[in-house]
């Protein structure tokens, strides 16, 4: 398909493991967003990647948050420790670059138990 | 830092009416999309807005962006039950941010008969 693809759709965890939730972008979008969404709440920015440049990751929470993008492509967020107020919709989006607009997956439900 | 809000929150429509969700921002910026959301679905891009005086229809929805004011508004005409949905704003950030997507809190619509 030819969208921004998430996985997995459906994440539940114990308090205390670590998660990685794997993004992959639309095939030459440079930028790539990771947010997060809580139950009847908006988007919450975590963290932005912009071609080669260093990632914005001023929306990041807590340092238990950590997010790559490899060879400008798919893009992991993984959670360590997670704790139940990390229990969300994570949703993914890239684009072409600025002044564009931006697509979004269907997001990952992670519930923390 | 960027600060959008968007009023109302909430609203409830009826049916053949016409009204307006209001988008305002923070920080000077000429570029600011529109997106919608279903009921436990990811996010869909309406409009992208690109200068001041920037006005784009669809349908029985029209946007428009006054940067000066800092403010887009999105218009709803004779709404219909269909259009009801979560209504996001996003105002891209210029500067050392530049590029970064910022999202009201998104309002609510609801159209009933």
């Known amino acids: 398909g030819a969208g921004v693809s998430q996985s997995p759709s459906n994440k539940v965890t114990e308090k205390g493991k670590d998660v990685e939730l794997r993004c992959d972008p639309i095939?030459?979008?440079?930028?790539l967003y990771w947010y997060r969404q809580s139950l009847g709440q908006g988007l919450e920015f975590l963290i932005y990647?912009?071609?080669?440049?260093?990632?914005?990751k001023s929306g990041l929470p807590s340092d238990r948050f950590s997010a790559e993008r490899t060879g400008g492509s798919v893009s992991t967020l993984t959670i360590q420790r997670t704790q139940q107020e990390d229990s969300a919709v994570y949703l993914c989006?890239?684009?072409?670059?600025?002044?564009?607009?931006?697509?979004f997956g269907q997001g990952t439900r992670l519930t923390v138990v | 830092e960027l600060k959008v809000e968007q009023n109302p929150l909430f609203l409830s429509m009826q049916e053949g009416k016409n009204y307006t969700i209001y988008c305002n921002y923070s920080?000077?910026?000429?570029?600011l999309y529109w997106y919608r959301q279903d009921p436990g679905k990811s996010l869909e891009s309406l409009f992208v807005?690109?200068?001041?005086?920037a006005v784009k229809q669809e349908g029985r929805l029209m946007a428009s962006l006054d940067t000066k004011a800092r403010l887009s508004t999105l218009h709803i005409t004779a709404a219909v039950h269909d259009l009801s949905a979560t209504y996001f704003c996003?105002?891209?950030?210029?500067?050392?941010?530049?590029?970064?997507?910022?999202f009201g809190q998104g309002t609510i619509l609801t159209v009933h008969p």
């Open positions: 989006a890239s684009r072409r670059g600025p002044n564009t607009e931006a697509f």
């Open positions: 095939s030459g979008h440079t930028a």
């Open positions: 990647f912009q071609g080669n440049s260093a990632p914005d």
């Open positions: 920080t000077t910026s000429d570029r």
């Open positions: 807005l690109l200068s001041n005086g």
């Open positions: 996003a105002v891209e950030a210029g500067g050392t941010s530049y590029g970064k997507l910022t």
